[in-house]
T-cell receptor, first 112, second 113 residues
């Protein structure tokens, strides 16, 4: 089955800096790649996603890029704010496979 | 809409006990799933359902059973609890297999002693 690896496991940045989290996947048939944010003690919530027919997607300070050849995708957060502090999870799935695999998570800390 | 609800929020079981974690959604979503979350391991899929009467195994199904008699409800049963099942359990739902935005419930923290 699909295997998703996520790096780094922890990331600390100064407020206003950029943060980048990277994920690799093993199944070249995977075609949907979401990113979830989980604040302490809360449920995961989708923040952005990308499908395999798109190379990049932006939503205000958040962007995701996808390199299908290398089988990796990345989350970019610009102008980080303390409220961006959370655990971020990437995931990958093959459409119609129904078995979504998540990375192990990255704990992002934004220092004021 | 209440979204995805889960009960109980916390539960302590003794080894060998059985119990059912409840999950319900009021968004008329076809797809529902159960994940467990352990430190450093992300979310791992236990079982999922693509509609009433249809269930299938995910990555870590052993020790758990599910059923889907209605669109709204998707209970997870622990047959004989083991300490290795100590975890936080999340139920999630999405409209269908294409849109794929999963809405998670608030979670159930289960401790097995």
């Amino acid at each position: 089955g699909e295997n998703v690896e996520q790096h780094p496991s922890t990331l600390s940045v100064q407020e206003g800096d950029s943060a980048v989290i990277k994920c690799t996947y093993s199944d070249s048939a995977s075609n949907y790649f979401p990113w979830y944010k989980q604040e302490l003690g809360k449920r995961p919530q989708l923040i952005i996603d990308i499908r395999s027919n798109v190379g990049e997607k932006k939503d205000q300070r958040i962007a995701v890029t996808l390199n299908k050849t290398a089988k990796h995708f990345s989350l970019h957060i610009t102008e980080t704010q303390p409220e961006d502090s959370a655990v971020y999870f990437c995931a990958a799935i093959v459409y119609n496979n129904n078995d979504m695999r998540f990375g192990a998570g990255t704990r992002l800390t934004v220092k004021p | 809409n209440a979204g995805v609800t889960q009960t109980p929020k916390f539960q302590v079981l003794k080894t060998g006990q059985s119990m059912t974690l409840q999950c319900a959604q009021d968004m008329n979503h076809e797809y529902m799933s159960w994940y467990r979350q352990d430190p450093g391991m992300g979310l791992r899929l236990i079982h999922y359902s693509v509609g009433a009467g249809i269930t299938d195994q995910g990555e870590v199904p052993n020790g758990y059973n599910v059923s889907r008699s209605t669109t709204e409800d998707f209970p997870l049963r622990l047959l004989s609890a083991a300490p290795s099942q100590t975890s936080v359990y999340f139920c999630a739902s999405s409209y269908d297999g294409y849109s794929w935005e999963q809405y998670f419930g608030p979670g159930t923290r289960l401790t097995v002693t």
